[in-house]
């Protein structure tokens, strides 16, 4: 279905997919987002992927119309998944687990009373431990899209001129992502979650706190999305920190980078300076069998030891994490937080953003996107670290 | 919580709710969607809106810190709600309605354990009713909308040069709208839905199915959003249909116009004249009390007659609707299909698109916004309905 995801490619997702399902005792699943279909399917449908513990994956495709691919099925309605299944001499499993953490109430009431299944079980994480550990090829479109990432994050500081608002400088880095053939849509889990492209937050507008998880705020342009840019101008003294989309190709990486206008602010650099260090000492520290929350552990350690904990992960309001797994959406596991329960493995690919807000002069910090390998992290999103003037 | 949606505004939303749960019998609602809580707070946030059938409507914020707004109260997780309501002496009835529709199984089942509900009722379709009838600064926000999204639409031959593909002129789009003041985020309904910043077809590409239940489908330019524009250069002959994001202000207008380069295919031509004379014709018979199907059908004979009914919304796959209510998300209450349910009320406002693909050639017709009022359909969207050649 994809011209860049085969299907030995698809054959090794679903595989790792059926061991957790034999782990959990788990007969098949039925996937129905499009996230977790793309992911299944290598390309996204209006319909549902079957995963039997035993036999072939079968796609029920609803649309797009035309799919020749072997084992679509054609529906129109999800009552017609038994009947398709029967005329394959399959007989649904008792066990049958859904995306309860995805899919609506009413949704799974129709689909259990659909499939005539008593009781479902939770699908959903089961699918997020097998995407956080990414395939060869999965990693292969995650680092092309770190190259597009980066490409882009270089021309930023030509696209800056004096006096311009936050906003008008992220209009022109999307207009350029787009240029660099970003696909613009930032896909977050979770029902809370939203964003258009990213964030360009400068100013004191860094300490206004958001509803939205991620590791910084901003009061946005709208109440109806309160987050990011809220039309600031850029001031001499101040940072822009600048963490925008990289999803070029259904996979995405992960870049913040912090901008200064005549910077000199001492706190602001040293805190700037510790999340470099921080970045470094989690290189020297991650690799695969150590725990995610040791890694928070290890740089909410630093920044004690530093005393700047009060301006750490933000100010007035601060986010419960230094970094998170991602892929195909922005925010997958392994999460990076303080209560972790993973464990990090080879193939996972993280985003580590240790970030801080000084009152009066703005974020700082940087965020890179690493991949874990045997011997650590790989890091694949290299662009300088120090603040970067703006002229 | 908003500069523009005053207290009288929300109560007035919240009494529009109250009246649809006291029809229902529900003794109060809980929430916890972004969408809704922008309707019933004026802003996002992170939490859950309680209205009860009875008493003062309470805000319990997760985040965003620092709010003051009056009933607001800060709680940690869900858990808490009933404690803060018995501090308030207030006792959660029995019939509690979640957004079933809407929110995941595993948040359900999390919700009725924490506040004890055991069979929760349905608020989507009792809130997704409140919404289709739009208030007077409701309609005031999405006219304001529909202003500049106008203004970004004037401009569209302007930005086109010949050779140039759909992806960059949709850029181009993009960039100028969001320069316009669009905020972006284009919010849809449903969990399969998802879109960019809108479309732009051009050519053949029109008649590619898409998985989204969007009136035009397209590629797209990767597996992973497969929807839109494709790559294709505009070709002299082709057609470009734009169907393009009018989110201004958390509300939002839908605005399609078709564009052409050195068009002389007269098949297209007529096509695009009935989708214009389809719109006359639904101008002069919706009116508050019309049945939305009888739109549809209305819509449908006049296809017919014109022995077009094999380009009509699509062509190798075909759309089930000619229109849509939209607001704070693009696919709102009525919908304007021949099995819908919904009679026009007076404040609906409604995007109207009947649109045909013509092999070879493209997509063509136009989209206009329209509020309902009681003399009829008013256009929000006032432009040049031909197909506009571009240079």
Chains 1, 2 share one sequence.
């Not at 449908?45 to 039997?52: L, M, T």
């Not at 001499?89 to 799974?108: K, Q, Y």
């Not at 809370?192 to 958001?210: L, Y």
């Not at 987050?227 to 070029?248: A, K, L, P, R, W």
């Amino acid at each position: 279905m994809n011209s860049k995801i085969t299907t030995a490619e698809l054959k090794l997702r679903h595989d790792k997919i059926r061991a957790l399902m034999s782990a959990n005792n788990i007969g098949a699943v039925l996937i129905s987002t499009n996230t977790n279909i793309y992911y299944c399917a290598g390309r996204v449908f209006n319909g549902f992927v079957y995963i039997p513990a035993e036999g072939e994956t079968l796609f029920f495709v609803r649309r797009p119309a035309g799919l020749t691919d072997k084992n679509v099925i054609y529906i129109k309605k999800p009552e017609q998944i038994t009947e398709e299944l029967s005329k394959l001499g399959i007989t649904l499993p008792e066990n049958v687990a859904l995306e309860l953490d995805r899919i609506s109430f009413s949704d799974t009431q129709r689909l259990t009373k659909a499939l005539s299944i008593e009781k479902p079980l939770n699908a959903s994480p089961l699918i997020s431990s097998a995407r956080a550990v990414k395939t060869a090829v999965e990693i292969e479109l995650i680092k092309e899209a770190g190259v597009h990432h980066c490409n882009s994050y270089k021309r930023i500081p030509s696209l800056f001129r004096k006096g311009m608002t936050d906003i008008e400088l992220q209009t022109e880095i999307e207009y350029d992502l787009r240029k660099e053939g970003c696909l613009g849509l930032f896909r977050v889990a979770g029902e809370s979650m939203e964003s258009f492209m990213g964030h360009v937050i400068t100013g004191d507008n860094a300490d206004n706190p958001s509803p939205y998880d991620f590791a910084m705020g901003g009061a946005g342009m709208d109440e109806s999305l309160p987050m990011g840019c809220n039309g600031s101008t850029i001031e001499e003294g101040s940072t822009v920190m600048i963490d925008m989309n990289g999803n070029f190709n259904g996979y995405m990486t992960d870049i913040t980078r912090t901008y200064g206008l005549h910077l000199t602010d001492a706190h602001t650099l040293k805190a700037h300076q510790l999340s470099v260090d921080i970045h470094k000492a989690l290189i020297r520290f991650i690799k695969p069998g150590v725990a995610a929350k040791d890694a928070y552990l290890l740089a909410q350690q630093m920044v004690e030891e530093a005393g700047e904990t009060d301006y750490f992960m933000g100010h007035r309001q601060k986010a419960g994490f230094i970094g998170h797994g991602l892929g195909i959406e922005i925010n997958e596991w392994p999460v990076l937080a303080p209560r972790s329960k993973h464990i990090f493995e080879e193939g996972n690919v993280i985003a580590i953003e240790p970030k801080f807000v000084i009152p009066g002069v703005g974020a700082a910090g940087i965020e890179n996107t690493y991949v874990v390998t045997a011997e650590g992290l790989e890091c694949i999103t290299p662009l300088p670290e120090d603040i970067i003037e703006l002229k």
